[in-house]
């Protein structure tokens, strides 16, 4: 037996469907706090005050109104986007379509019949001073008077602010899987130089876990399904992880034999490392350590007869409905 | 195994992994995010574009590549990557073709066409969408985007051209269903993305125009300049109770003004068309993929696609 067949080898097969395991559960984890904390929807209405704010609709109090109306109030109130909320919680998901419409009915609210650009050009001239009106000023002077072009420009004012609000989700979302993975770890104690310890002293499990590690690299790869839900809305994919992204039994069960709380020894002054090397590899995400499993399987059984390593499965990919 | 035999085999491998990937020859276009997100729902671009290589006539009518387009190789404003811009059934647009004729090389006009990502005339460099576009030395320079067809081209309105492309002795009728669908089903794609672009990969592709029967799986959307609605697949000749030839519904795309979407817009789900359509890569999927990636994480699968729809067919 050479070093490429070897405990050594399956040891890091071990290391590394663990890892595996754990960045599954916390991409799992991940998404269930986000939908939880309907921080999709509280990033979309962070988004649209930052794009709104500091403009209020008019210069004086309306009659009844004791202040002058913000026009973000104004817009969260116009019927297309009222309807949008399901009770007070707010959408995931504004279309642009949507938002240049609602701006330009509601500043062109005193004129009756089809929108024309000099009436939505005289409605933003009678807004206060402010940011808003500013850029819609600036947007307007390159629209050659077309109303058709206004809204397109609208539009195009409002995906460069959507794309800022993705940012942030996406930085957010970064920040919660490491708090995540250092909770699952604690919570988990899962201790990478514990893991090693009982991957190299115990054959048995071992052998199980390389065994299943195989199994797992037959499964598609852990990424992005997407999907179109309803046939009469062909603009708007739900994505999702896939079936790749869940846990077998025996997988929870053997995740369960190499880490735990079995016993108050458990912690010791190696084991806060141990932690952070786990916190660590978790946060690579769930995709990298499958593609390293396939890899490291590869040169693993490149010596074992062809049956053999025809059990070792090629990397599949996710399925999506294009 | 002695040692001229090792190398003989070295050499062997050498050579056929040099030339699968000479065959595959696949091509990334990074594409600015915001951009993505500005057009995956619009079924056309306006911008000012420069004309500089055109061909003097429209192609002839038949076959394979003689579809009745006029080639304009050129540069544009918006879009920013090596592209040529088509008008299709070119004979039924004289006027744009004598605008066309009279045009001076590098003259900006406005223009505004179907947005078009295909793999078609890839080349082998890959394409960074802002970066510099080189001067385009013939009507065909190597690009991955199109206006295809052309919408408005300077003042001339050239939605006429969305009808069978036929003359007094030939009709132009694309590939069969079968053939060009399977063939689309099979691009690979891989899919990264970075802060503020996403990365598209893929290879040479065939089959540019397709003949085919659309059933509609759901109800037309308006999205501001065309339609976008669900449709199932079938053969140009097929009957009620024949199978799609592909298993999943794919969006089909309706230019404003145009005959087929004058043709679809009131449709509801069951009803069919026979149709002559181009596809183009599904922009609304691509954005959503690469929203859902983590990190480095790169997606590989089939490419997303769409159809463009440029002509209802008599059956």
Known sequence: MGLFNSTILDVIIGLIFVYLLLSIMCTAANEWVAALGKRRAKTLVRGLEQLLNNQLLTEDPRPGEKTPKPLVDAFREHPLIKTMFNGERPPTYLSPRSFSTSLTDILTAEHGGPVTFENLLKGVSKLPEGEVKKSLVALLRHCDRDIDKARFAIEGWFNDAMDRVSGWYKRRTQLWTIVIAAVLTVVANADTIQITRKLWTDPVLRSAVVEEAKVRAQKPRPTVSVEYENEDDPTNPTVTRNEGNQLSDKERDLLGALVGWH???????????????????????????????????????????????????????????? | MSSSKRLQIILLITALLTSSSICRAEITVALSKSFVNKYKDKATIPTTFNIDKHHNSPNPIGSGSDDGDIHIAGRDTVVRLPMVAEIINGAKEPGALDFLLQSTAGQAIPLTGVWRLWFE?????????????????????????????????????????????????????????????????????????????????????????????????????????????????????????????????????????????????DLKKGNKLHVLGIPRVNLNLVYAIASGLQGDEEYSESLPYEMIIVAILKD
């Open chain 2, 121 to 265: 005339h890839p080349g082998n460099e890959d394409q960074v969408q802002g970066e510099e576009v080189p001067l385009p030395k013939n009507t065909n320079p190597d690009h991955i985007f199109e206006f295809h067809p052309v919408v408005k081209f300077g003042d001339f309105d050239v939605l006429k051209s969305f009808g069978p492309i036929e003359d007094e002795e030939a009709e132009f009728r694309g590939y069969p269903a079968e053939k060009a669908f399977n063939a689309y089903e099979k691009r690979p794609a891989t899919i990264t993305k970075s802060n503020t672009a996403i990365m598209l990969t893929s290879n040479k592709a065939a089959f540019n125009y397709v003949e085919f029967q659309m059933r509609l799986a759901g109800k037309p959307k308006d999205v501001g300049d065309g339609y976008i609605v669900f449709a199932n697949v079938y053969n140009a000749n097929a009957k009620a109770n024949d199978e799609p030839v592909i298993e999943e519904s794919r969006r089909m795309i309706f230019v404003k003004g145009s005959a087929p979407a004058d043709a679809v817009k």
């Open chain 1, 263 to 322: 016993n108050k020894d458990n912690f010791n002054p190696f084991t806060p490392l141990g932690w952070l090397l786990t916190v660590l590899a978790i946060s690579m995400g769930a995709p990298f350590w499958f593609d390293m499993l396939n890899k490291i399987m590869n040169i693993r059984f490149a010596g074992k007869s062809p049956d053999e390593r025809a059990k070792v499965p090629e990397k599949s990919g996710s399925t999506v409905r294009a």
